[in-house]
Structures are given as structure tokens and as C-alpha cells.
């Protein structure tokens, strides 16, 4: 049977809720079977799609968590269906979320460019950890200020600002406002006003 594109969306039907084939097939179960297929024996991990500042409710499916001589592996994520925010849906964007893990171009290292260089070259997390410690502190250092203009103690940074991350859990975002807080940071936002 010769069918074109548009011919074959015409013969594939939503009809009552049941998906058929151009054959008049029920298509769903054979849907159903596969995804279950996909994720059976696979560990399920609540998580938050990291895209956007919606937060939307993500369930990862791993397999190979434990076992011997197993990598883990993301298989599947889809919407969770408790998630206040999303309720089981996900967006094309966060549907495809799982690239982030599994995706051969993730890069898996910082990447440091010198100044000057045009060129980013690959160092490894203690070099970069060190080096923004440092510059945070110099920059600190530099601009902390006890009083203001009227003598009042105000014991504040006003060279840095902090900006938080959608896929900040509300414990890790309380954390790091007190940390920034406890170093005098005033200007500290978050993706999700922005
Ligand atoms: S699924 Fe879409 S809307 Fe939801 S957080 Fe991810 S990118 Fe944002």
C-alpha cells in the first residue's frame, strides 16, 4: 500500500480515545507494551527537569544501578504525575532532558580560558574550585564595606552577586542564601524572577 504522509495521518485516526493503525489495528496497547518493556527492572529517581525556571517534576528511569560490572544508564523520563507543577506532562524541550546525562558531547570537565587566549583548554575540578575561591575572595576583599556613607555598620559585599539555578533543590537554595548571606552578598536572585 502506497501512502503519503498526509494520507497516512488520515488513515491513523484518533478514534474514541484509541490510536489505530492505517490497517484498523489498535495501536495502543503495542505502545503501552513498549514502554513498559523499556523501563522494566529499570530504578525509578524523582527528579527536576534542569531547563527552565518552571521546575516541571521529572521521573529518570536507570537501569544497571547496582549490579555487577554495570554502568548506569538513564533509559527513559517522563513527566511525574505528582508533581504539582507539571502533573506527568513535560514539554518537548524537557522531554528530551535525558541528552543532558547520556549525550556523547556532554562535557564532563570545566573548561578554564587563560587571559588573553582565545582557546578553552580542559582542567580538572580542584584547579577550578581553587581558582574561584580565590577570585571570590579577592573580589570580596575588595569591595566588603563596614559603613556607610552615614557611619552606620552595614558589614556588606557589594562586588558580587549570586544567582541561583531552576534545578536548585529549596534545601540547597537555602543553603546557599545563608552561605552568600553569612559573606555579606546583598544582590542574590534566582532564574526563576528573572
Ligand atoms: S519540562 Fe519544559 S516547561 Fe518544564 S521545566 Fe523543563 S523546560 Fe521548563
Redesign the pocket.
Known sequence: MDLTRRELFKLSAVAGGGLLSPLGFDLEPAYAATRQLKITNAREYKTV?P??A???GTIAYVHGSGGLNTVPTIVHVEGDPDSPI?GGT??P???S?MQLAISPRLQKSPLFRDAGASEWREVDWEFAMDWFARRFKEARDATFVERDDQGRTVNRCEGIAWVGS?TVANEDAYHITKTMRALGLIYIDHQARI
Open positions: 527537569c531547563y527552565c518552571v521546575g516541571c507539571n513535560l514539554c524541550k524537557g522531554a532532558q531552576a
